[in-house]
Protein backbone atom coordinates (compact mmCIF):
# COMPACT_ATOMS: atom_id res chain seq x y z
CA UNK A 1 0.00 0.00 0.00
CA UNK A 2 0.88 3.54 -0.31
CA UNK A 3 3.53 4.85 2.42
CA UNK A 4 4.52 8.40 3.85
CA UNK A 5 4.53 11.03 1.31
CA UNK A 6 6.19 14.25 1.26
CA UNK A 7 6.02 17.75 -1.31
CA UNK A 8 8.00 18.67 -2.54
CA UNK A 9 10.93 16.91 -2.16
CA UNK A 10 13.45 19.75 -2.65
CA UNK A 11 12.85 23.07 -1.80
CA UNK A 12 15.74 26.02 -2.07
CA UNK A 13 14.45 29.35 -0.99
CA UNK A 14 15.45 33.13 -0.14
CA UNK A 15 15.69 34.37 3.07
CA UNK A 16 12.81 36.26 4.83
CA UNK A 17 10.27 33.88 2.86
CA UNK A 18 7.49 31.75 3.70
CA UNK A 19 7.43 27.97 2.70
CA UNK A 20 4.88 25.22 3.28
CA UNK A 21 5.71 21.80 3.33
CA UNK A 22 3.07 19.03 3.19
CA UNK A 23 2.83 15.47 4.24
CA UNK A 24 0.28 12.55 3.51
CA UNK A 25 -0.10 9.92 6.04
CA UNK A 26 -0.95 6.70 5.56
CA UNK A 27 -4.54 5.95 5.39
CA UNK A 28 -6.58 5.09 8.52
CA UNK A 29 -3.19 6.25 10.68
CA UNK A 30 -4.85 8.69 13.37
CA UNK A 31 -1.07 10.38 14.46
CA UNK A 32 1.01 12.37 12.57
CA UNK A 33 4.50 13.91 13.24
CA UNK A 34 6.68 15.94 12.00
CA UNK A 35 10.52 15.90 12.58
CA UNK A 36 13.86 18.32 11.73
CA UNK A 37 17.18 16.29 10.49
CA UNK A 38 19.72 19.03 10.08
CA UNK A 39 23.99 18.53 10.68
CA UNK A 40 24.44 19.05 14.22
CA UNK A 41 21.32 18.63 15.41
CA UNK A 42 20.21 15.15 14.92
CA UNK A 43 16.53 14.58 14.68
CA UNK A 44 14.76 16.53 16.47
CA UNK A 45 10.93 16.32 17.18
CA UNK A 46 8.86 19.35 16.54
CA UNK A 47 4.94 18.66 16.88
CA UNK A 48 2.51 15.78 17.18
CA UNK A 49 -1.02 15.44 16.16
CA UNK A 50 -3.28 12.52 17.49
CA UNK A 51 -6.82 12.61 15.90
CA UNK A 52 -8.98 15.75 16.44
CA UNK A 53 -7.02 16.22 19.83
CA UNK A 54 -5.09 19.71 20.42
CA UNK A 55 -1.47 18.79 18.78
CA UNK A 56 1.49 18.59 20.60
CA UNK A 57 3.46 21.65 19.90
CA UNK A 58 6.43 21.68 21.97
CA UNK A 59 8.95 20.90 20.05
CA UNK A 60 8.27 23.69 17.24
CA UNK A 61 11.63 26.38 17.82
CA UNK A 62 10.14 29.28 17.25
CA UNK A 63 6.85 31.08 16.37
CA UNK A 64 7.99 31.05 13.15
CA UNK A 65 6.79 27.44 12.40
CA UNK A 66 3.27 26.38 12.57
CA UNK A 67 1.35 23.20 11.51
CA UNK A 68 -2.40 22.60 10.87
CA UNK A 69 -3.81 19.07 10.27
CA UNK A 70 -7.08 19.15 7.63
CA UNK A 71 -9.45 16.83 8.01
CA UNK A 72 -7.73 14.58 10.08
CA UNK A 73 -5.18 13.58 7.30
CA UNK A 74 -3.15 15.82 5.17
CA UNK A 75 -0.81 18.26 7.11
CA UNK A 76 1.08 21.29 6.14
CA UNK A 77 4.24 22.67 7.94
CA UNK A 78 4.82 26.30 7.08
CA UNK A 79 7.69 27.89 7.95
CA UNK A 80 7.51 31.97 7.96
CA UNK A 81 10.26 34.97 7.20
CA UNK A 82 12.73 32.19 6.57
CA UNK A 83 16.52 32.10 8.04
CA UNK A 84 19.33 30.06 7.03
CA UNK A 85 19.13 27.68 10.12
CA UNK A 86 16.16 26.83 8.87
CA UNK A 87 17.80 24.43 6.42
CA UNK A 88 17.16 20.80 7.18
CA UNK A 89 15.13 17.82 5.85
CA UNK A 90 11.87 18.12 7.55
CA UNK A 91 10.62 14.74 7.89
CA UNK A 92 6.83 13.30 8.58
CA UNK A 93 5.92 10.14 9.86
CA UNK A 94 2.36 8.76 10.60
CA UNK A 95 1.13 5.92 13.02
CA UNK A 96 -2.00 3.87 14.32
CA UNK A 97 -3.12 5.11 17.75
CA UNK A 98 -2.00 2.30 19.77
CA UNK A 99 1.26 1.46 18.20
CA UNK A 100 2.53 5.26 18.32
CA UNK A 101 6.48 3.83 18.71
CA UNK A 102 5.73 2.20 15.19
CA UNK A 103 5.85 5.10 12.90
CA UNK A 104 6.32 5.07 9.62
CA UNK A 105 8.38 8.05 7.99
CA UNK A 106 8.03 10.11 4.67
CA UNK A 107 10.99 10.34 2.55
CA UNK A 108 11.38 14.33 3.73
CA UNK A 109 11.85 17.70 2.06
CA UNK A 110 14.58 18.85 2.19
CA UNK A 111 14.77 22.83 2.46
CA UNK A 112 17.75 24.98 1.67
CA UNK A 113 17.59 28.29 2.91
CA UNK A 114 20.02 30.90 0.81
CA UNK B 1 12.63 12.76 30.76
CA UNK B 2 13.82 10.73 28.94
CA UNK B 3 16.96 10.53 26.48
CA UNK B 4 19.39 8.18 24.79
CA UNK B 5 23.03 8.47 23.74
CA UNK B 6 24.70 6.63 21.24
CA UNK B 7 28.29 5.97 21.88
CA UNK B 8 30.26 5.86 18.74
CA UNK B 9 29.37 8.19 15.55
CA UNK B 10 31.13 5.86 13.12
CA UNK B 11 31.40 2.15 13.26
CA UNK B 12 33.55 0.18 10.46
CA UNK B 13 33.22 -3.30 10.02
CA UNK B 14 34.60 -5.59 7.62
CA UNK B 15 31.78 -7.73 6.11
CA UNK B 16 31.19 -11.17 7.71
CA UNK B 17 32.24 -10.19 11.04
CA UNK B 18 30.20 -8.99 13.85
CA UNK B 19 28.54 -5.39 14.44
CA UNK B 20 28.10 -3.32 17.76
CA UNK B 21 26.35 -0.19 18.07
CA UNK B 22 26.21 0.92 21.35
CA UNK B 23 23.25 2.86 23.02
CA UNK B 24 22.81 4.38 26.92
CA UNK B 25 19.64 5.92 27.74
CA UNK B 26 17.92 7.47 30.66
CA UNK B 27 14.25 7.28 31.77
CA UNK B 28 12.47 7.88 34.54
CA UNK B 29 9.88 5.28 34.05
CA UNK B 30 10.63 1.96 32.21
CA UNK B 31 11.06 2.43 28.96
CA UNK B 32 10.05 1.89 25.39
CA UNK B 33 13.14 1.71 23.26
CA UNK B 34 13.58 1.09 19.43
CA UNK B 35 16.17 0.88 16.88
CA UNK B 36 15.42 3.32 13.48
CA UNK B 37 17.72 2.38 10.46
CA UNK B 38 18.30 5.58 7.65
CA UNK B 39 19.71 3.90 4.29
CA UNK B 40 21.38 6.73 1.59
CA UNK B 41 18.53 8.35 0.07
CA UNK B 42 15.58 6.64 2.12
CA UNK B 43 13.58 7.15 4.45
CA UNK B 44 13.57 6.24 8.36
CA UNK B 45 12.54 2.32 9.03
CA UNK B 46 11.63 0.53 12.01
CA UNK B 47 14.07 -2.20 12.37
CA UNK B 48 13.28 -3.43 15.98
CA UNK B 49 11.86 -2.57 19.50
CA UNK B 50 11.46 -3.19 23.25
CA UNK B 51 8.37 -2.48 24.89
CA UNK B 52 9.28 -4.37 28.26
CA UNK B 53 8.53 -8.45 26.97
CA UNK B 54 11.20 -10.04 26.11
CA UNK B 55 14.66 -8.75 27.30
CA UNK B 56 16.07 -9.55 23.79
CA UNK B 57 14.03 -8.49 20.57
CA UNK B 58 15.11 -9.65 17.28
CA UNK B 59 14.56 -7.23 14.10
CA UNK B 60 14.29 -7.15 11.14
CA UNK B 61 18.04 -8.27 8.68
CA UNK B 62 19.18 -10.22 11.51
CA UNK B 63 19.89 -7.84 14.03
CA UNK B 64 18.92 -7.63 17.55
CA UNK B 65 19.32 -6.02 20.82
CA UNK B 66 19.05 -6.87 24.57
CA UNK B 67 17.57 -4.31 26.56
CA UNK B 68 19.75 -4.65 30.13
CA UNK B 69 18.37 -2.64 33.22
CA UNK B 70 21.43 -2.65 34.96
CA UNK B 71 23.11 -1.42 32.83
CA UNK B 72 20.87 1.08 31.25
CA UNK B 73 21.45 -0.22 28.03
CA UNK B 74 19.69 -1.35 24.56
CA UNK B 75 23.12 -2.47 22.05
CA UNK B 76 21.98 -3.41 18.48
CA UNK B 77 24.49 -6.64 17.14
CA UNK B 78 24.45 -8.57 14.38
CA UNK B 79 26.45 -12.10 14.04
CA UNK B 80 27.61 -11.32 10.35
CA UNK B 81 27.67 -7.95 8.52
CA UNK B 82 26.65 -7.44 5.01
CA UNK B 83 27.29 -4.91 2.67
CA UNK B 84 23.53 -3.86 2.48
CA UNK B 85 23.56 -3.15 6.32
CA UNK B 86 25.99 0.51 5.35
CA UNK B 87 23.55 2.62 6.82
CA UNK B 88 22.59 5.45 9.49
CA UNK B 89 21.22 3.56 12.69
CA UNK B 90 19.29 6.05 15.57
CA UNK B 91 18.13 4.49 18.99
CA UNK B 92 15.10 5.95 20.07
CA UNK B 93 13.05 6.38 23.27
CA UNK B 94 9.40 6.65 22.90
CA UNK B 95 7.81 9.23 25.35
CA UNK B 96 5.02 8.81 28.05
CA UNK B 97 3.16 11.06 30.28
CA UNK B 98 2.79 14.66 28.92
CA UNK B 99 5.65 13.75 26.39
CA UNK B 100 3.52 9.85 24.75
CA UNK B 101 3.98 9.82 21.63
CA UNK B 102 7.04 11.66 21.35
CA UNK B 103 10.13 9.41 19.85
CA UNK B 104 13.46 11.03 20.80
CA UNK B 105 16.24 10.37 18.76
CA UNK B 106 20.09 9.78 19.23
CA UNK B 107 22.75 11.53 17.47
CA UNK B 108 22.97 8.37 15.14
CA UNK B 109 25.92 6.42 13.92
CA UNK B 110 26.61 5.54 10.77
CA UNK B 111 27.76 2.00 10.11
CA UNK B 112 30.63 1.34 7.12
CA UNK B 113 30.93 -2.39 6.16
CA UNK B 114 33.97 -2.94 4.13
CA UNK B 115 34.35 -5.99 1.46
Known amino acids: GAGVSQSPSNKVTEKGKDVELRCDPI?????LYWYRQSLGQGLEFLIY????????KSGLPSDRFSAERTGGSVSTLTIQRTQQEDSAVYLC????????????FGPGTRLTVT | AQSVTQLDSHVSVSEGTPVLLRCNYS??????LFWYVQHPNKGLQLLLK??????LVKGINGFEAEFKKSETSFHLTKPSAHMSDAAEYFC?????????????FGQGTILTVHP
Open chain 1, 27 to 31: SGHTA
Open chain 2, 92 to 104: VVLGGGTSYGKLT
Open chain 2, 50 to 55: YTSAAT
Open chain 1, 93 to 104: ASSTRDRTYEQY
Open chain 2, 27 to 32: SSYSPS
Open chain 1, 49 to 56: FQGNSAPD
